[in-house]
C-alpha cells in the first residue's frame, strides 16, 4: 500500500498532522509507504480557470505541483489532512483541489479513466476547534468532489471536533486511538 498524506494545515504538528501521522502509523507498521506533503512548503499557485487543461489533461502552471501530481498519481490511498477554516477546507487544501481541475478534464473531457478498477481510495481528515454539527459538512463534499475528480474513490473521512490550540487533541487519547484505527481499517481494506 502506498499512501500519499497531504498536509493542508500551516500549523506544523498541530491537531490535523498529529491526528494524520496516527492514521499512517500502522500502514508504515504493516509494510505500506507513507509519503507526507506539507503543501503550506510548497509554491503552489491557484488555478487560474485558463482552460489549459481541457484538451491535453494538463495543468500549464509551472511550479510545485508537477512533484505533487506524480506522487498523488503514484499513490493508492490518499489522505487530505485540513483543518477546518471557516467551514471548508484551508486554502492550502483548497488550491490543491482546484488543481485537480486537470484531472477532471481528463476524466470529463477526455473520457481518460485513471487506474481504473485498481481499487485507489482517498479520505479525509480533518479538526475543528468548535463543535456544531455541521462543522465538517463543507470539506466533506469539496474532498468527496475533487478525489471523484481525480478518479479515486472516497473511502470516508476521520473528523475530530472541539480542538482548537495546536496541541490540544494529545489530550483526548481517544481521538488518537481512533485515527490509528482509522489506519487499520485503511489497511485492512475495510474501508
Ligand atoms: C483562519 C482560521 C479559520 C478557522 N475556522 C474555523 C471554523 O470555521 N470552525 C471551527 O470550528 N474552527 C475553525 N478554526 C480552528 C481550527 O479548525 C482548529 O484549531 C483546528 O484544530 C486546527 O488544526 P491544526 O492544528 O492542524 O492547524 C479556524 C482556524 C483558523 C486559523
Known amino acids: 500500500m502506498k499512501m500519499a498524506v497531504l498536509l493542508g494545515s500551516p500549523r506544523k504538528k498541530g491537531n490535523s498532522e498529529t491526528l494524520a501521522r496516527a492514521v499512517a502509523g500502522p500502514i508504515e507498521q504493516g509494510g ?35 512533484e505533487i501530481y506524480s506522487v498523488v498519481d503514484a499513490a493508492d490511498r490518499l489522505l487530505l489532512v ?42 479525509l481528515l480533518s479538526s475543528a476547534a468548535t463543535k456544531g454539527k455541521r462543522i465538517f459538512e463543507c ?7 475533487i478525489f471523484d475528480a481525480m478518479d479515486v474513490e472516497y473511502g470516508g473521512e476521520f473528523v475530530v471536533k472541539g480542538v482548537d490550540k495546536r496541541k490540544a487533541v494529545l489530550e483526548y487519547p481517544g ?17
Do not use: H
Open 32 to 66: 505500506g509507504t507513507v509519503e507526507y506533503i506539507r503543501l503550506n512548503d510548497r509554491n503552489l499557485r491557484p488555478c487560474q480557470g485558463c482552460g489549459g487543461c481541457d484538451k491535453s489533461g494538463d495543468c500549464i502552471i509551472k511550479d510545485d505541483m508537477a
Open 82 to 123: 485540513s483543518p477546518v477554516y471557516f467551514y471548508g477546507l484551508s486554502a492550502q487544501c483548497k488550491i490543491f483541489g482546484d488543481r485537480m481541475q486537470a484531472k477532471w478534464a481528463r476524466k470529463y473531457l477526455l473520457k481518460e479513466r485513471y487506474r481504473l478498477g485498481e481499487g485507489r481510495k482517498g479520505y
Open 139 to 145: 470539506s466533506i463534499l469539496t474532498a468527496r468532489y
Open 175 to 191: 481521538e488518537l486511538q481512533g485515527a490509528e484505527e482509522f489506519g487499520k481499517d485503511i489497511l485492512a481494506g475495510r474501508i
